[in-house]
């Protein structure tokens, strides 16, 4: 009878939950990678064919340097590439890959636009200048149907205010040369009102990545939302 070793046997959480805190870059990116997918440490190591163990490994040890093969079959059963698990396509563009094969182009339904809206995350803010239209990316949320994001005075999204704005947000997926992107167009204003500010700063989704003392919320109530899907 074959005996069990301590590494070969796990208890699983949820798809959603990590029971330790991954140490490394490698690690961050198995686990953000499989919760994104649903899929629980024991789900994935099956795919790629692997002790359960060993991806626990590789998940919580900041050291661990997997081979090559290694790698293969974990951005395949992560249906994603190795340079994106390692890290080499981080200062990279989305989309330098290959169009798939047979690509069909959708238009998504204002439902599938909100409800992708509401994803929270990075957006791209398109504002006018006087030298002409500046694109910046922010970090937003979704409340009450509009769209808000925190920013600072002398900032660029704050020209935002009291102007007629674009907002794009989209996700790519280099591995199957697929994605969706969602545009907004509408008036934007600063929010002055305490309570309407103290309800955003309770309801956000995450705080600016760009750090520092951004205290300016800044509001988008949506006039026209379309969206467009590439699937293979």
């Known amino acids: 009878m074959a005996t069990q070793t301590p590494a070969d046997v796990t208890t699983e959480a949820p798809a959603d939950v990590v029971l330790e805190t991954p140490l490394g870059?490698?690690?961050?990116?198995l686990v953000a990678r499989r919760v994104k997918l649903g899929l629980t440490r024991r789900q994935t190591a099956a795919r790629a064919e692997m002790a359960t163990g060993y991806l626990r490994y590789l998940e919580e040890h900041p050291g661990a340097a997997p081979g090559s093969g290694v790698l293969m079959k974990l951005a395949e059963a992560?249906?994603?590439?190795?340079?994106?698990?390692?890290?080499?396509?981080?200062?990279?563009p989305p989309g330098t890959g290959r169009a798939g094969h047979a690509p069909e182009f959708s238009r998504l339904r204002l439902g599938e636009c909100r409800a992708l809206l509401a994803t929270h995350g990075v957006g791209r803010l398109a504002v006018p200048t006087t030298s002409g239209p500046v694109i910046v990316p922010v970090n937003y949320s979704?409340?009450?149907d509009a769209i808000v994001f925190r920013t600072a005075h002398g900032a660029t999204p704050l020209l935002a205010a009291g102007c007629q704005v674009g907002f794009e947000v989209d996700r790519i997926d280099d591995a199957f040369s697929q994605g969706w992107s969602v545009l907004v167009r509408g008036p934007a204003r600063e929010v002055t009102d305490p309570q309407e500010r103290r309800r955003y700063t309770e309801r956000a989704h995450s705080t600016p990545w760009a750090g520092g003392s951004r205290s300016v919320w800044v509001r988008i109530d949506p006039l026209s939302v379309t969206g467009r899907r590439i699937t293979v």
């Open 142 to 144: 979704v409340v009450d």
């Open 78 to 92: 992560l249906e994603t590439t190795v340079a994106e698990l390692t890290g080499g396509a981080v200062d990279l």
């Open 25 to 29: 870059d490698l690690g961050r990116r």
